[in-house]
């Protein structure tokens, strides 16, 4: 499986303030996504990332409130802009379709905690 | 869209025994069904998955059962540990990679 990492790993933020989250992989992936997940909850899906166009957004998440970013295959970023305390929660990347080895399984990056005072 | 159920959302076992978590899901289309574990603190870990044409798979002391017909399936661990205490994720997969996911299940193996 592919090596994901995600920064910052936690970040303490003060509402009305935008963070930028990265993700890198260690190979080129097809597929890149963003997940939220709330204390004790699921897993959601915020959008998924397109290199070279403009990411697909779920219902209830907008590109002006979730801006993302995909300039290749390998890297991706989510912008949680204008904070507020409800945007807390732990935001986890994840990829699929391994270029080398054609896959549809999902392999989520650590995670990066925010919480917005 | 598709629409993933997942029961229960709390169980509780003795070590040794067995534990089984069940979903359901919506779209006849879906046709991968991995389950994911989380620890505290941790990213979800991929433990095993089924595709539509199978109808079960078994890795070790974990198996997957899969009924297309009646859109549900199944996780069983079997002599459950301490380590297997966990959050489990089901899965759906209608096409395209986008996976819904079910709310979870908190495992908790009493020693």
């Known amino acids: 499986s592919a090596v994901i990492s995600q920064k910052p790993s936690r970040d303490i933020c003060q509402r009305g303030t935008s963070l930028t989250i990265q993700c890198q992989v260690d190979s080129q992936v097809t597929m890149m996504f963003w997940y939220r997940q709330q204390p004790g909850q699921s897993l959601t899906l915020i959008a998924t990332a397109n290199q070279g166009s403009e990411a697909t957004y779920e219902s209830g998440f907008v590109i002006d409130k979730f801006p993302i970013s995909r300039p290749n295959l390998t890297f991706s970023t989510l912008t949680v802009s204008n904070m507020s305390p409800e945007d807390s929660s732990i935001y986890l990347c994840?990829?699929?379709?391994?270029?080398?080895?054609?896959?549809?399984?999902?392999?989520f990056g650590p995670g990066t905690r925010l919480t917005v005072l | 869209g598709e629409n993933v159920e997942q029961h229960p959302s709390t169980l509780s076992v003795q070590e040794g025994d067995s534990a089984v978590i069940k979903c359901t899901y919506s779209?006849?289309?879906?046709?991968?069904f991995p389950w994911y574990k989380q620890e505290l603190g941790k990213r979800p870990q991929l433990i095993i998955d089924?595709?539509?044409?199978?109808g079960e798979k078994k890795d070790q002391r974990i198996a997957v059962t899969l009924n297309k017909t009646a859109k549900h399936f199944s996780l069983h661990i079997t002599e459950t540990q301490p380590e297997d205490s966990a959050v489990y994720f089901c899965?759906?997969?209608?096409?395209?990679?986008?996976?819904?996911f079910g709310a979870g299940t908190r495992l908790f193996v009493k020693a």
């Open positions: 089924i595709r539509s044409n199978v």
């Open positions: 779209d006849s289309a879906s046709n991968y």
């Open positions: 899965a759906a997969t209608p096409g395209g990679f986008k996976t819904i």
């Open positions: 994840s990829v699929g379709g391994v270029l080398a080895g054609s896959t549809d399984t999902q392999y």
